[in-house]
Structure formats: structure tokens, C-alpha cells
């Protein structure tokens, strides 16, 4: 629909004009209408006025635009053209490159060529001249050295003779195996001789001549040789003298001159192996060397066990049963403490030396595969042997006589309980705590968890079973005793009477209540 705006809000149909009938009506919208048509006018000619600004405005920005754009479409034209040349210029010099590395590879390959033949014609006639003169360790390394060339640079480099190559490859196949039946031979007699420098000086040709396993058994073999010879003539002697007296028998020294024999052969060798071999074949040595341990360790420490009798010894102490048993404070059997703590002791140095040794040898495996940690499978298979059984069937014998013995001296001091009247307290606590110390200290030298803690527990199983219940008796004795003074002090008529004093009771009973705080301590 058609309409007229008149102001800023009136709109008028054109059908509602041609129904006004009133001339002021009519006439005051015409002058209505003819003011908006001059204002529009006015704001016509104001914009036609500002025309002209407009389209100079527009001309300026249209040239410098034009202007910018031409510089700025020069310069990537430059721009274009630089990178393009410093493209060209890159792909020559990436070019120039790659022929330069073709060209120092087929040198390097020419220097290598060269290097393996010298090394070769070198190795032909240095190992000829070697064995001619008996000169082992100088042909050892020159066959070490080509050795080395055809790692690093394989058997790939001919020169231009075949025939002379292979003249020279059959030359020093034939003066290697030459070397090696000779090292061998001589190593065989040197050993058979136990000549020791002499045996050191062939066993260091083997790693030069890649033969290193067998030259490892070798020498294990031959120190392990040495030390079973040495530890035979000690066990000789030791059952010898075991056929005298238990004094002239010292099994601690015997066993502990085998570990000597033992670690200072690792310790002498150590840097033998390792310069020569490795870190892995001088863990084989060592163990190697303890396989002739457990023969002849094993050996010794059954052979104390069988002497001391300690089979039938363990067979007496446990053949008393609960119901044999006497009362806390009584001896238990008629097998003298003394001498189970002469074994207990013996034992003792056994197992602490024994401790100490695996220690060592554990020890110098850990530093040579330092920083690397040694193999688990290693180490099960050192601790796996025949004398770390033997030892632990020794700590089976001491554990179960360190408790008898324990109980037996526990009770022996609980029965000559005595008490002077000089002091505050009886000799039993003080005898009991003197004797679970001692054996404590005993188990801990031990150096082993499984006794230290059989130990502790039977320690405990004593204090509150057996001197607990000798408390206990002792405090409802004096008790008694007590009341009965002083009752029979006192009178049946609750007077005074002759009776001697109740005091020395009194101070008795004083004395069991101080034994009681001093064992709570």
C-alpha cells in the first residue's frame, strides 16, 4: 500500500487524502508537504556539494594505491627471481655434495683396501718371523691385527693379485693354527710343570687368538688344581690328627686357609682376566673357583660335624619331649652346657669365617661387572652350592643347640638362685640377662638372619615362660612365708609373742619384688 510520510511519524494513505472534504484541512498538508520537499532539497544540495571532495578523494587514493601496488608487485618479482636463483644455487652446491661424498667414499673404501692389505702383508711376514723365533706374543698380535681389520672392514678388500691375496690367506690360516697347537702345547706343559709365569704368559696369547672360553677353563682348571692339592694335604692332616684329641683338631684354620687360597687367587688374577678377557669370564673364574670350594669346604665342615658328633648330639636333645621335662629351674638333661658351648663356639668362627668369605667373593663379582649388576641367575648359582648347604646344615645344628643351650643355662641359673642379704636383689635375674646376652651377641656374630632370629625368638619364649614362672613361684613363697611370720609373731590373741623377728622374711620378699622390677626394665 502507498503511503506519504509527513514529519517524522505521520503516514498517510493515499485513499484517506482523497477523502478529506475540508480545505484547512487540505491546505495545511500541502504546506506540510512542501516544507519536507524543501528540506530533502536542502540535503540534496548539501551532498551534490560535497561531490566534488568525494570524487578527489577517490582519485587520490585511486593513484597512490595504483603507485603502491607497482612498487610492491616489483619487489616480489625480485623477491621471486632471488629465491629462484638461490634455489639453483643450492641444488649445485647439494649436488657438488653428494659427488663429493661419492668421491671421499670410494676414497675411504681405496684407504681401507689399502690399510687391510699392509695389515695383511704385514701379519704374513711379522707371524713368520714370530714363530721363527719363538716370539709368541708378537705373532699373537699379528694375527690379532688382521683379526681386527677383517671385523672392522670384512674379507672384502682384495688387492689387484688374487693369486698373492690368496697366496696370503692360506699363509696365515696355516701360522694360526701353527700358533695355537703351540700355545696350547706349551700351556699344557707349563701347567703339567706349575710353572706359573709360565702358564700366566700362554693364557694371555688365548684372547689375542679368539679363544678365549678355552683358555678361561684352562686356567680355572689350573688354579683350581693348585688349591684342591693344597686343601688335600690340609684335610690329610686334619683327619690325622682327629684320630688324637679334639684340641689337636682345628678345623677353623683349615677352612679358613682354604678361603685364604681361594680369594687370594681372585684378588692375584683379578687384573689378569679382566685386561685380557673381561668382566664376564673373570666371574666364571670366580666361580669356578668356588665349585672347588664346595668340594673341598663342604669336605671340611662335614668332616667337623661327623667328628663332634654332632648328628647324635642334635639326636639327644631333641629326644627329650615335653613331658620328660622338669620344672623351670631344674636341669633338664645330663649333657653338659659346657661342652655345647665349646661346639657353639666352634660353630660360631665356622659360620662367621664362612660368612665373611661369600661376602668377598660375592663382592669382587658386583665390582667387576660394575656398574652393571650382577645376574640374578649368577648369584643363585653361588649360593646354590654343595658348602653353602653344608653351611646351612651347620646353622641347623647351632640353632637347635644355642636353644638347648639357652633353656639349660637359663635353668641352671634359675635353680642356684641365691640371695647374701647384702644386696637388693638375688643372682637370678642378673645370671639369666648376663646368659640371653651373651648367646644374642653369639648369634649376631653369626652374621646370619635365620639363627639371629631363632635366637631372639627362643630369648623371648625364655623370659616369659621360664623366668616369668620362677617369679611368679618365688613371689607366692615369700608371700606365704610372710604371712605366716607374721602370724606366728603376733600371737593367737594378736599380741606380741616370742617368735624371732619376721625381718630376715621381709627383706627376702623385698629382694623378689626387685627381681621383678628389674626383670620389667
Known amino acids: 500500500m502507498l503511503g506519504i510520510e509527513i ?8 485513499s484517506a487524502v482523497t477523502k478529506l472534504t475540508s480545505l484547512s484541512d487540505i491546505s495545511r498538508l500541502l504546506q506540510d508537504t512542501l516544507a519536507i520537499e524543501r528540506g530533502l532539497e ?22 597512490g594505491s595504483r603507485e603502491t601496488l607497482e612498487v610492491v608487485k616489483a619487489e616480489a618479482e625480485s623477491l621471486a627471481n632471488s629465491v629462484k636463483r638461490t634455489s639453483n644455487l643450492s641444488e649445485r652446491v647439494s649436488r657438488k655434495v ?26 704374513v711376514d711379522g707371524v713368520q718371523q714370530a714363530l721363527q723365533t719363538e716370539d709368541y706374543e708378537a705373532a699373537a698380535q699379528y694375527v690379532n691385527t688382521l683379526l681386527q681389520s677383517e671385523d672392522k672392514y670384512g674379507k672384502v678388500h682384495q ?12 699363509i696365515l690360516a696355516d701360522a694360526q693354527q701353527e700358533l695355537k697347537k703351540v700355545v696350547q702345547a706349551q700351556l699344557v706343559e707349563a701347567v703339567r710343570k706349575q710353572e706359573h709365569n709360565t702358564v700366566v704368559r700362554f693364557v694371555r696369547l688365548y684372547a689375542p687368538l679368539r679363544m678365549k672360553d678355552e683358555g678361561i677353563q684352562v686356567f680355572t682348571e689350573y688354579v683350581r688344581n693348585l688349591i684342591a692339592e693344597r686343601a688335600r694335604e690340609e684335610y690329610s692332616a686334619l683327619v690325622e690328627s682327629t684320630g688324637y684329641s679334639d684340641n689337636d683338631t682345628d678345623f677353623i684354620t683349615a677352612l679358613t686357609g682354604l678361603f685364604k687360597d681361594i680369594a687370594t687367587a681372585v684378588e692375584e688374577n683379578h687384573d689378569l682376566l679382566l685386561t685380557n678377557f673381561g668382566a664376564t669370564f673373570l666371574v666364571r673364574f670366580t666361580l669356578g673357583l668356588q665349585a672347588e670350594c664346595d668340594v673341598q669346604g663342604s669336605r671340611i665342615v662335614q668332616r667337623y660335624i661327623d667328628h663332634k658328633k654332632l648328628q647324635r648330639l642334635m639326636k639327644d636333645i631333641s629326644g627329650f619331649t615335653a613331658s620328660q621335662r622338669m620344672e623351670p629351674g631344674q636341669p633338664v638333661t645330663s649333657i653338659e652346657p659346657k661342652q655345647v658351648a665349646g661346639h657353639l663356639e666352634e660353630m660360631l668362627s665356622l659360620a662367621k669365617s664362612s660368612e665373611q668369605y661369600k661376602q668377598y667373593m ?12 650382577l645376574d640374578p641367575a649368577l648369584e643363585k648359582r653361588f649360593h646354590s652350592g654343595q658348602f653353602s648347604v653344608t653351611i646351612r646344615e651347620l646353622i641347623a645344628y647351632y640353632i637347635a643347640m644355642e636353644e638347648f643351650f639357652m633353656e639349660q643355662s637359663v635353668d641352671k641359673a634359675i635353680s642356684i638362685d641365691e640371695w647374701t642379704g647384702e644386696t637388693l636383689s638375688s643372682s637370678m635375674v642378673d645370671d639369666v640377662f648376663y646368659i640371653l646376652r651373651m648367646c644374642s651377641y653369639r648369634a649376631l ?18 623370659l ?23 602370724g606366728a ?27 621383678s622390677d628389674m626383670a620389667s626394665m
Open 464 to 486: 616369659a615362660s621360664n623366668l616369668a614362672q620362677a617369679l611368679e613361684q618365688r613371689w607366692k613363697a615369700g608371700c606365704n612365708k610372710l604371712l605366716k611370720s607374721l
Open 98 to 123: 653428494r659427488e663429493l661424498d661419492t668421491a671421499q667414499s670410494r676414497i675411504n673404501g681405496t684407504l681401507e683396501s689399502i690399510d687391510y692389505i699392509v695389515n695383511r702383508t704385514n701379519a
Open 362 to 373: 660375592m663382592g669382587s663379582m658386583q665390582d667387576a661387572m660394575s656398574p652393571a649388576p
Open 159 to 170: 688387492d689387484s693379485s688374487i693369486k698373492q691375496s690368496e697366496q696370503q690367506s692360506r
Open 42 to 63: 536542502a540535503e540534496l544540495d548539501q551532498l551534490l556539494h560535497r561531490r566534488g571532495e568525494l570524487e578527489k578523494g577517490l582519485l587520490d587514493l585511486h593513484a
Open 489 to 515: 609373731a603376733l600371737g593367737e590373741a594378736g599380741l606380741p609373742s616370742s617368735v624371732p623377728s619376721t625381718t630376715s622374711h621381709a627383706a627376702q620378699h623385698a629382694a623378689v619384688l626387685n627381681n
Open 445 to 462: 656374630d653369626t652374621a646370619n638372619l635365620q639363627a639371629l632370629t631363632a635366637v631372639l625368638g627362643q630369648l623371648n619364649t625364655l
Open 7 to 14: 514529519g517524522e511519524s505521520l503516514v498517510l494513505d493515499i
